[in-house]
């Protein structure tokens, strides 16, 4: 505890004894990279890092670890004369002009565990003029270690003249840490509740100089401590989250917007060779034929215009994912939407999970709307079975997903488990929002008169001719899932960064405009794809053209199972499991979108060339 603009020094919070059991599982909890997290006037606490890949700007991380690995060697002599071993010599030291060596003997290889159990806190508020008042726009935990700068600072100086260096400190523990071993101090007391003389409240610092880290190890007494210092900033309190959510990575993301306007335009140019050229050309001479020529001349995709609307096997499935489609892409529109309009604000916690669920939730008119109009067109009468399943079928098995995930964090005593009555209450929302809202657009859309087929669909079906192996659905089916992943990946990149490694996101502009590109891809894509297939007699393009732009979800998941094992470090089989579970669920509402997204683009495509067709 703490007031506004007084600074204090080095404050005792409480004393523990590892028992034996504490140990593994705090060596546990570093293993496994938790972090703590703390809000202060509703600003989360951060740590300042510096970016990866060499960059020179910093960033702010969700709350600070409970510890850290590192490597720990024991002082064996300090010798004013220089001993034969040279393996040994770590530091050479100058002292009142004599030449001190100190050999450096590692007692083990093993890595060891610390615990993180100083916090120093930098509280930054902006003073306003006016009233003299202050108020809070930022709350950092500033990593600091007497320590690591005084053996970094030893060993990178020059042999000469390098400095004095505390010898009592060096003949207990030399240690070889990272930047990241700096808030670890084993206090020191005679007895408890006399003054810690590891803190100096003169100089309200920690007394760096004869101050090892804390170790985790059973039966130790371990002290958390804190200590709070204040800085004015220019910053208002209306921009104080603009420190947490800025993005000084700006060129990466422009050069994916670039990289997806590149393919767009490379896929709009086929487009439009295409339909100006190929097609126009195709349609001009078939409506100029006699229709005593009219057979003869016949040829690609003319020929199948009795079949082109047949109806595909299993149309009730394809109508059900397609308004489970429809359903995922009005959410992501509209919270997309919201979120650059600035109503969804960092700062209400939660905002955008919930905003998400309920504009799901609320979609479900739209999503039995467009279900049930596509099946009533594909000759389907069951119109009871496809509302029951547009509704659960796809909420569903991501629902028992999810369930099975949360049940093994309930089981691990996780605090990110998602609680029962919140777990109640979201089932509830599904079955009283949702689902009548997909039974009242189911309703509506059988009672709209049914959409007629621009040409008529021939009684006996015609023979599909043996095609190519570049024409083979599979392959097909590959590579059209490649462009549309491709726009999306670096946004990807970061979203997965945002989540997985304790990174702020929240650059909605450039995520709108991803989202836009990929639209357009998966349209364009599936557009050609489809005529390929024509082009060849193949008029079984209703599942193909789903499953062209679907198939995305596929290199979706594989770039995230990549992503696990060179970006992350997680070993425990539960986590690893959440992980992949996580990244199903997204996989699988990925598949669904863009497959709607493409079957659309390509029933507009089919609908629009054939309807040009003067057939009697």
Same mark, same amino acid.
């Given at each position: 505890?703490?007031?506004?603009?007084?600074?204090?020094?080095?404050?005792?919070?409480?004393?523990?004894?590892?028992?034996?059991?504490?140990?593994?599982?705090?060596?546990?909890?570093?293993?496994?990279?938790?972090?703590?997290?703390?809000?202060?006037?509703?600003?989360?606490?951060?740590?300042?890092?510096?970016?990866?890949?060499?960059?020179?700007?910093?960033?702010?991380?969700?709350?600070?670890?409970?510890?850290?690995?590192?490597?720990?060697?024991?002082?064996?002599?300090?010798?004013?004369?220089?001993?034969?071993?040279?393996?040994?010599?770590?530091?050479?030291?100058?002292?009142?002009?004599?030449?001190?060596?100190?050999?450096?003997?590692?007692?083990?290889?093993?890595?060891?565990?610390?615990?993180?159990?100083?916090?120093?806190?930098?509280?930054?508020?902006?003073?306003?003029?006016?009233?003299?008042?202050?108020?809070?726009?930022?709350?950092?935990?500033?990593?600091?270690?007497?320590?690591?700068?005084?053996?970094?600072?030893?060993?990178?100086?020059?042999?000469?003249?390098?400095?004095?260096?505390?010898?009592?400190?060096?003949?207990?523990?030399?240690?070889?840490?990272?930047?990241?071993?700096?808030?670890?101090?084993?206090?020191?007391?005679?007895?408890?509740?006399?003054?810690?003389?590891?803190?100096?409240?003169?100089?309200?610092?920690?007394?760096?100089?004869?101050?090892?880290?804390?170790?985790?190890?059973?039966?130790?007494?371990?002290?958390?401590?804190?200590?709070?210092?204040?800085?004015?900033?220019?910053?208002?309190?209306?921009?104080?989250?603009?420190?947490?959510?800025?993005?000084?990575?700006?060129?990466?993301?422009?050069?994916?917007?670039?990289?997806?306007?590149?393919?767009?335009?490379?896929?709009?140019?086929?487009?439009?060779?295409?339909?100006?050229?190929?097609?126009?050309?195709?349609?001009?001479?078939?409506?100029?034929?006699?229709?005593?020529?009219?057979?003869?001349?016949?040829?690609?995709?003319?020929?199948?215009?009795?079949?082109?609307?047949?109806?595909?096997?299993?149309?009730?499935?394809?109508?059900?994912?397609?308004?489970?489609?429809?359903?995922?892409?009005?959410?992501?529109?509209?919270?997309?939407?919201?979120?650059?309009?600035?109503?969804?604000?960092?700062?209400?916690?939660?905002?955008?999970?919930?905003?998400?669920?309920?504009?799901?939730?609320?979609?479900?008119?739209?999503?039995?709307?467009?279900?049930?109009?596509?099946?009533?067109?594909?000759?389907?009468?069951?119109?009871?079975?496809?509302?029951?399943?547009?509704?659960?079928?796809?909420?569903?098995?991501?629902?028992?997903?999810?369930?099975?995930?949360?049940?093994?964090?309930?089981?691990?005593?996780?605090?990110?488990?998602?609680?029962?009555?919140?777990?109640?209450?979201?089932?509830?929302?599904?079955?009283?929002?949702?689902?009548?809202?997909?039974?009242?657009?189911?309703?509506?859309?059988?009672?709209?008169?049914?959409?007629?087929?621009?040409?008529?669909?021939?009684?006996?079906?015609?023979?599909?001719?043996?095609?190519?192996?570049?024409?083979?659905?599979?392959?097909?089916?590959?590579?059209?899932?490649?462009?549309?992943?491709?726009?999306?990946?670096?946004?990807?990149?970061?979203?997965?960064? #945002?989540?997985? /490694?304790?990174? %702020?996101? &929240?650059? =909605?502009? $450039?995520? +709108? *405009?991803?989202?836009?590109?990929?639209?357009?891809?998966?349209?364009?894509?599936?557009?050609?794809?489809?005529?390929?297939?024509?082009?060849?007699?193949?008029?079984?393009?209703?599942?193909?053209?789903?499953?062209?732009?679907? #198939?995305?979800? /596929?290199?979706? %998941?594989? &770039?995230? =199972?990549? $992503?696990? +094992? *060179?970006?992350?470090?997680?070993?425990?089989?539960?986590?690893?499991?959440?992980?992949?579970?996580?990244?199903?669920?997204?996989?699988?509402?990925?598949?669904?979108?863009?497959?709607?997204?493409?079957?659309?683009?390509?029933?507009?495509?089919?609908?629009?060339?054939?309807?040009?067709?003067?057939?009697?």
């Amino acid at each position: 505890m703490f007031h506004m603009q007084e600074e204090l020094p080095c404050q005792v919070v409480c004393r523990i004894v590892l028992d034996a059991k504490s140990p593994k599982s705090f060596k546990d909890m570093i293993d496994d990279e938790y972090r703590v997290n703390m809000i202060l006037d509703n600003l989360p606490v951060a740590v300042l890092r510096r970016r990866l890949y060499g960059s020179q700007s910093t960033v702010y991380q969700h709350g600070f670890r409970v510890g850290f690995k590192g490597r720990y060697a024991g002082v064996s002599s300090i010798s004013k004369k220089k001993k034969k071993k040279k393996k040994k010599t770590l530091l050479v030291l100058s002292k009142t002009a004599r030449n001190l060596f100190v050999y450096l003997y590692p007692q083990s290889k093993d890595e060891l565990y610390f615990l993180n159990n100083h916090l120093s806190f930098r509280v930054i508020y902006h003073k306003n003029p006016d009233n003299n008042s202050a108020r809070i726009v930022g709350f950092e935990v500033t990593p600091h270690s007497g320590v690591t700068l005084m053996l970094f600072g030893i060993v990178l100086g020059p042999r000469r003249n390098a400095g004095v260096l505390n010898l009592s400190f060096l003949k207990k523990v030399c240690l070889n840490f990272n930047a990241n071993m700096s808030n670890s101090i084993k206090h020191e007391f005679t007895e408890w509740g006399s003054q810690i003389t590891t803190c100096n409240n003169d100089t309200k610092n920690i007394i760096r100089g004869s101050t090892i880290p804390q170790i985790v190890d059973t039966h130790t007494d371990v002290v958390y401590t804190y200590d709070v210092t204040f800085k004015e900033s220019d910053i208002e309190w209306a921009s104080r989250w603009d420190a947490y959510l800025l993005m000084n990575d700006d060129q990466l993301h422009w050069f994916s917007i670039k990289n997806s306007l590149i393919v767009v335009l490379f896929l709009s140019g086929m487009l439009a060779m295409i339909i100006m050229r190929t097609l126009h050309k195709d349609i001009s001479n078939f409506n100029q034929l006699d229709p005593q020529d009219e057979s003869e001349e016949e040829t690609g995709w003319k020929v199948v215009h009795g079949d082109v609307f047949r109806p595909p096997v299993n149309s009730r499935l394809l109508s059900v994912y397609v308004g489970a489609g429809v359903q995922i892409f009005g959410m992501t529109l509209t919270t997309l939407i919201f979120a650059l309009l600035g109503f969804l604000s960092p700062s209400n916690r939660g905002g955008l999970m919930t905003a998400m669920v309920l504009s799901w939730f609320f979609m479900g008119l739209i999503a039995g709307f467009s279900s049930a109009r596509l099946y009533k067109a594909l000759k389907g009468t069951e119109w009871k079975e496809n509302t029951y399943k547009t509704s659960f079928m796809f909420p569903g098995i991501s629902f028992a997903i999810f369930f099975v995930l949360d049940a093994l964090m309930w089981r691990q005593g996780s605090s990110g488990a998602v609680p029962f009555g919140t777990m109640f209450v979201l089932v509830c929302l599904w079955l009283g929002i949702s689902v009548p809202l997909v039974f009242v657009g189911s309703y509506l859309g059988f009672k709209k008169p049914v959409i007629e087929d621009p040409v008529k669909t021939n009684k006996i079906p015609r023979q599909v001719p043996k095609q190519p192996w570049y024409l083979k659905p599979i392959f097909l089916m590959l590579v059209g899932g490649i462009l549309p992943f491709w726009v999306i990946f670096i946004e990807f990149f970061f979203v997965l960064t #945002s989540i997985w /490694l304790n990174q %702020f996101y &929240y650059i =909605v502009g $450039y995520l +709108f *405009i991803a989202f836009v590109m990929l639209i357009i891809t998966c349209m364009e894509i599936t557009i050609i794809l489809c005529y390929f297939h024509l082009r060849g007699e193949d008029y079984n393009w209703w599942w193909r053209a789903y499953l062209t732009a679907g #198939s995305s979800a /596929l290199y979706l %998941f594989l &770039y995230s =199972v990549f $992503y696990f +094992f *060179i970006k992350l470090d997680i070993t425990k089989f539960v986590s690893c499991l959440l992980y992949f579970g996580y990244m199903l669920i997204a996989s699988y509402a990925f598949f669904v979108l863009t497959g709607t997204i493409g079957f659309y683009a390509c029933l507009w495509f089919v609908w629009e060339i054939y309807s040009s067709l003067k057939i009697d």
